[in-house]
């Protein structure tokens, strides 16, 4: 089985999310190729072609902002109620250079059309020292980050992300961040970042940030890396127990698929 191709529009679903329920999924990102600040191993539409988190080049690959603003008017009124209006798509949803309008817009949108909905993000956090998209962080009622690694080498293992992105910079601005969710994927084989010399500190990394929560999970869909093999259950609830323990926040396990 191959990984998924990409989105080819700005709306998709309403899919069924195991985090979110009936999610009605926005995608900022370029349609003809795939382009993001990271190039996760484990990421069901592929390696990234562009990998990059400085898109002056690539401006009129985004879908416009007028264009976002009627499919997403379209959809909620054609559709029941979704259970939240997320954030995501084909790569970071925050790249796109007008996301800070795109979301103010989108929240008033909302507010006319489905109102009560909740509007979620799904982010790398590689662009949250980003002063607008900051701000556009701060209207969102859901916001959930990625931290897949505690250490230097975890992180470029897993996330290969764009030259000039540390761990440490998405840990620091993750610390200046308030009332967000951090999502983890757990991985073994070629890759892995369960091991003793990287789970101890992804640990110390949580306890240090203080989300409200923690999801963690792991792939059950084809991946890109060759060799790359899901977590087991057993596995992620030893995670869970421990992180809770050491830290005191809640870890939510969305389960494995058979």
Same mark, same amino acid.
């Given at each position: 089985?191959?990984?998924?191709?990409?989105?080819?529009?700005?709306?998709?679903?309403?899919?069924?999310?195991?985090?979110?329920?009936?999610?009605?999924?926005?995608?900022?990102?370029?349609?003809?190729?795939?382009?993001?600040?990271?190039?996760?191993?484990?990421?069901?539409?592929?390696?990234?072609?562009?990998?990059?988190?400085?898109?002056?080049?690539?401006?009129?690959?985004? *879908?416009?902002?007028?264009?976002?603003?009627?499919? $997403?008017? !379209? /959809? %909620?009124? +054609?559709?029941?109620?979704?259970?939240?209006? =997320?954030?995501?798509?084909?790569?970071?949803?925050?790249?796109?250079?007008?996301?800070?309008?795109?979301?103010?817009?989108?929240?008033?949108?909302?507010?006319?059309?489905?109102?009560?909905?909740?509007?979620?993000?799904?982010?790398?956090?590689?662009?949250?020292?980003?002063?607008?998209?900051?701000?556009?962080?701060?209207?969102?009622?859901?916001?959930?980050?990625?931290?897949?690694?505690?250490?230097?080498?975890?992180?470029?293992?897993?996330?290969? *992300?764009?030259?000039?992105?540390?761990?440490?910079? $998405?840990? !620091? /601005? %993750?610390? +200046?961040?308030?009332?967000?969710?951090?999502? =983890?994927?757990?991985?073994?084989?070629?890759?892995?970042?369960?091991?003793?010399?990287?789970?101890?500190?992804?640990?110390?990394?949580?306890?240090?940030?203080?989300?409200?929560?923690?999801?963690?999970?792991?792939?059950?869909?084809?991946?890109?890396?060759?060799?790359?093999?899901?977590?087991?259950?057993?596995?992620?609830?030893?995670?869970?127990?421990?992180?809770?323990?050491?830290?005191?926040?809640?870890?939510?396990?969305?389960?494995?698929?058979?």
């Amino acid at each position: 089985m191959d990984v998924l191709p990409l989105n080819k529009g700005i709306i998709y679903g309403p899919v069924k999310s195991r985090r979110l329920g009936r999610s009605l999924g926005i995608n900022l990102s370029p349609v003809n190729s795939k382009l993001c600040s990271f190039n996760c191993v484990y990421c069901h539409y592929g390696w990234t072609e562009r990998v990059t988190k400085d898109v002056k080049n690539y401006i009129k690959d985004f *879908p416009k902002k007028e264009d976002v603003f009627s499919a $997403i008017r !379209e /959809a %909620l009124a +054609s559709i029941a109620k979704p259970d939240y209006i =997320t954030f995501s798509g084909n790569g970071e949803p925050t790249l796109h250079p007008e996301f800070e309008s795109i979301v103010k817009e989108v929240r008033k949108i909302r507010d006319e059309l489905t109102p009560g909905t909740p509007i979620a993000l799904l982010s790398n956090t590689s662009m949250l020292n980003n002063q607008g998209v900051k701000r556009a962080v701060s209207m969102i009622d859901v916001k959930i980050f990625k931290l897949d690694a505690g250490t230097e080498e975890a992180f470029k293992k897993m996330n290969k *992300p764009a030259a000039g992105i540390s761990l440490q910079d $998405i840990v !620091e /601005a %993750l610390n +200046s961040e308030k009332d967000f969710l951090i999502q =983890t994927v757990f991985v073994k084989g070629s890759i892995d970042n369960t091991k003793e010399i990287n789970l101890p500190e992804w640990i110390k990394a949580i306890a240090a940030i203080s989300p409200l929560s923690v999801q963690i999970y792991s792939t059950d869909r084809p991946v890109p890396e060759v060799g790359i093999k899901k977590v087991g259950i057993k596995e992620l609830e030893e995670i869970a127990r421990r992180t809770e323990k050491e830290t005191g926040i809640t870890v939510e396990i969305f389960g494995v698929r058979n």
